[in-house]
């Protein structure tokens, strides 16, 4: 099994807030007291990142989510090399390519082609390779026309094109990229965004800062949660984000264990997420692996049915298959949304949907009821395929997410291969071919549960 590309071990980085006036008079004297955040009470330093651990294996990409001061940036610069830790260890395998600061290591007085080969030669790329990728970096960046001029006339959107086509053409084994798409152009970020789906495919590992929780839970495999420092989760893209817009939804649950080890108390009476499977969050042991959320909206029963009502988990091609859950909210609801995802046995996502996008619009809820996702015809392949079923708020808050812990089967007598099987027709012109006879699809209405 090849390194992780990252590894971060019970990393703190500490920053010193102010200094007492006379504290130290000269650096020797400071010096030769020893460290120089040893002598300042704690009212006198700022603890940016706080004993946090993970690794980011290669060809991952990976997210760092948290409000602002969470200490996300900060553990991008330590990444890169910029700062040290105060304390602990980070590792990086491979060259890196850092995109950080929006036009950092630009001088402002140069030309826009002396910037590159600078920037190119401090991220460790010869003359001569900068001068065989400079073309490609230029006409990424869309700045044929600009590339002469003085980087101080660029706007910030010319100064983000040209920082990140340069550090995306160094060909780094780790990519690191902090919250800077967000100033571009929609064209252009939509282009950044294919330029790192290729950088996924080729294997390369990158490490984002972003806000935007839809980018990183489409984007990446894994996802790191900071706040005030300290790492809250990391694991599977969903269950992060779940997570966190739980916290920001006003305290539905309390994340941080008190220093014994104990979860702390709950707020509203509301349950935290457990862990997903792997995972070794704060709080995690005793939950059930697949299952978070308030509660406020419970799915307390789902089964899987045929058309004629009968319970069954495995299908022939064709057939159709109900999912029906049996919800309850303890008190009066009215924003509520109610979901559905298909995905295959190693988790790629077949299809997924809930009543808000299909402009289903949510009245009131209170007591028990009944909710049915009814598939005409299963057109998929053979193969078994795993259920997600979930409750939330229309913003995505969950009330009750169950993931992964349904599951159906579907056989079929044609051997084809992927997901989904579309109707079709062959039709020949010219070439001699005798077409199929007729025969009866597989009949698994007796089969039951698998």
Known sequence: MSAPAVVATDVTKVYRRFVHKNQWKTLKSALLKGSLLSDLRPDETFTALDS??????????????????????????????????????????????????????????????????????????????????????????????????????????????????????????????????????????????????????RGRTIVLVTHSLGLAEKMCDEIAWLRKGKLMQKGDAKRVVDAYLTYVA?????????????PAALESGATAPEAAPGESGPGSSGYHEGRWGSRDVEIVEVSLRDARGQSRHVYAHGEALHVVLKVRAAAPVSDFVFGIGLFTADGVSVYGTNTHVEDHVCQSFAGDGEVRFEIDALDLVEGTYLVDVASHRRDGTPYDYHRGLYSFRVKSRTKDVGVWRPRHAWRFTGVDI?????????????????
């Open 52 to 201: 946090v651990s993970f690794e980011v294996p290669q060809g991952c990409t990976f997210a760092v989510i948290g409000e602002n001061g969470s200490g996300k940036s900060t553990l991008l610069k330590l990444t890169a090399g910029i700062t040290r830790p105060t304390r602990g260890t980070l590792d990086v395998h491979g060259r890196i390519s850092a995109l950080i600061e929006l036009g950092a290591g630009f001088h402002p007085e140069i030309s826009g082609r002396e910037n590159v080969m600078i920037n190119g030669i401090m991220l460790g790329l010869t003359r001569e390779e900068i001068t065989r990728r400079f073309d490609e970096i230029v006409d990424f960046a869309e700045m044929s026309a600009f590339i002469d001029a003085p980087v101080k006339t660029y706007s910030s959107g010319m100064y983000m094109r040209l920082g990140f086509a340069v550090a995306i053409h160094v060909d780094p084994d780790v990519l690191l990229v902090d919250e800077v798409l967000a100033v571009g152009d929609e064209s252009f970020t939509r282009k950044c965004l294919d330029k790192i789906g290729e950088f996924r495919r």
């Open 250 to 262: 006003g305290g539905e649950e309390a994340l941080l264990a008190h220093e014994h080890g104990a």
């Open 434 to 450: 005798t077409p199929p006879q007729p025969r009866p699809e597989l009949d698994l209405g007796d089969e039951g549960d698998a």
